[in-house]
Every structure is written in structure tokens, then in C-alpha cells.
């Protein structure tokens, strides 16, 4: 193989990874979605090789479960994984800023792009634009990711809140948002690094975290009451009315 052929073949796997985790963003391939190499491959009019170096890239990324006999599936995040990845931002995060000079390092050239983003995201979110909160919000915690000082933390964080918005963006979009339902506090925690004010980044990010659990415990309430309802009456009739979910995150 030549080496210009090994970059096309690279490259395309990126792109087929990419537009197929922005399907999985924009809840086109929702959760439970089953597909195979040959179907993707079809789809895009390419080779199957990348399009399997694609889809095993974004199963290690954890957005999809593999199985050998049935090919690909979205995966289906549960209220106590979703839980379970804010405890763990909200850990790896406290553990950053505990000392800052070792672990984080704020350029000051770096923080006028952050704030763009940032007030992107408000806006987006006061706007209940999903499609555009999801990518300047994303956009703005990688970016801030770039101050960590240890690139494995920042690649972590990153899978994580793209696992949680894949969490999030079927429930959101079936349910509705406006802006008392997501957080928008990216500015505040923007500023607040800016100046080196850590107790008050503390603050901004225990604000954050503290509104994703809440989201996580309505989420758990509205489960055991729909499974308690199930258990005792048997599945809603047609003039029945289920109740909606109550979105509170910016993943």
C-alpha cells in the first residue's frame, strides 16, 4: 500500500466516525439502533474496511455495542450511567483545579475563543436550539480541555460528555427544553478561570454537576413511577396520558 493511500484510508475513516457520531448527536440514529458494516458501507458508497475501522473506533469511544452475529447497535445509556458519568466529571474535575499550577495551565490567548463559545452555548440553550447547543457546548469543554495538562484526562472528559449528551438529546428532544430546564452558566465558569478565582470555578462546576444529578433523580422518579403504574394497571390505554419527562441538564 502506498502511504498516500494509507492517509485517504484514514482520513475516510474519520470522516465516516464523525458523520456517524453526529447522527448519533442529532438523535437521527437513536438509541437501540441496530446496523451492519455492509449497510453503512452501502450508505456512504465506500469500501467496507474503513467504515469497520469506524464503527470499532466509536465502539472503543463507547457509542456502540458490537456483537459479532448482529453487527452494530447505538448504545442505550441508563439514568444510573448517566449518573454515574457526572460523578466522575465531577471527581477528575475537583481533582484539576485542587492545584491548578500542576494540572492546569490557562493561557490567557486561548480564553477569547473559549468565551465565543461560550456565549454560543447561552445563547443556543436560552434559545432551546439543540442541534447548535450540542456542538458549541461540546466545542467549548474541548477547548477548556486543552488547559489540562495531561491530554488523557482531556480525552476522557471529552468521551464522557459525549456520552452523556447521547444520554441526553432523545429524552430532550422528545420532552422539550426552554432555558429553566438547561444549564447555561458557561460565561460565569469562563470568567472565573480567567481570573484564577478557584473557589469560585469550584462553585460554577458544583452548580453544574449538582443540576445533571437532579436531572438524573427526576429522571429515576418518573422510571419507578411509570414501572409502579405498569406493575399494578397493566401498559396505558389510548385516552391515557403519560406524564412528560423533566429535562434539567446541559449534558
Not at 502506498?2 to 442529532?26: F, H, M
Not at 461540546?138 to 468521551?159: H, K, M, S
Request: glycine share 8%; proline share 5%; hydrophobic share 40%.
Amino acid at each position: 500500500m502506498s502511504p498516500s493511500a494509507g492517509v485517504t484510508r484514514n482520513t475516510l475513516r474519520q470522516q465516516i466516525a464523525d458523520a456517524l457520531r453526529d447522527e448519533v448527536l442529532a438523535g437521527r440514529l437513536p438509541p437501540g439502533r441496530e446496523f451492519t458494516v455492509k449497510q453503512i458501507a452501502e450508505q456512504y458508497g465506500v469500501s467496507a474496511t474503513p467504515v469497520r475501522e469506524a464503527l470499532f473506533d466509536l465502539s472503543a469511544q463507547g457509542l456502540l455495542a458490537s456483537d459479532q452475529h448482529r453487527g452494530f447497535q447505538v448504545r442505550e445509556f441508563t439514568v444510573a450511567d448517566y449518573r454515574a458519568m457526572a460523578e466522575a466529571r465531577a471527581l477528575v474535575v475537583e481533582g484539576l483545579f485542587r492545584d491548578p499550577a500542576e494540572r492546569v495551565a490557562v493561557r490567557p490567548e486561548g480564553l477569547a475563543s473559549i468565551r465565543r463559545r461560550a456565549a454560543e452555548a447561552v445563547r443556543a440553550a436560552k434559545g432551546g436550539d439543540l442541534d447548535v447547543l450540542i456542538g458549541y457546548d461540546l466545542r467549548f469543554w474541548r477547548e477548556l480541555g486543552q488547559f489540562v495538562l495531561n491530554p488523557y484526562i482531556a480525552d476522557f472528559l471529552t468521551r464522557l460528555r459525549v456520552q452523556a449528551w447521547v444520554f441526553a438529546v432523545h429524552r430532550l428532544r422528545r420532552d422539550g427544553m426552554d432555558e429553566n430546564v438547561l444549564w447555561f452558566g458557561h460565561e460565569e465558569l469562563v470568567e472565573a478561570i480567567a481570573r484564577g478565582d478557584r473557589e469560585q470555578v469550584h462553585a460554577e462546576m458544583r452548580s453544574y454537576y449538582g443540576h445533571a444529578l437532579a436531572w438524573a433523580d427526576r429522571l429515576e422518579a418518573r422510571e419507578a413511577e411509570g414501572n409502579a403504574e405498569g406493575s399494578t394497571d397493566g401498559p396505558p390505554g389510548p385516552g391515557s396520558a403519560i406524564p412528560p419527562e423533566s429535562p434539567g441538564h446541559c449534558a
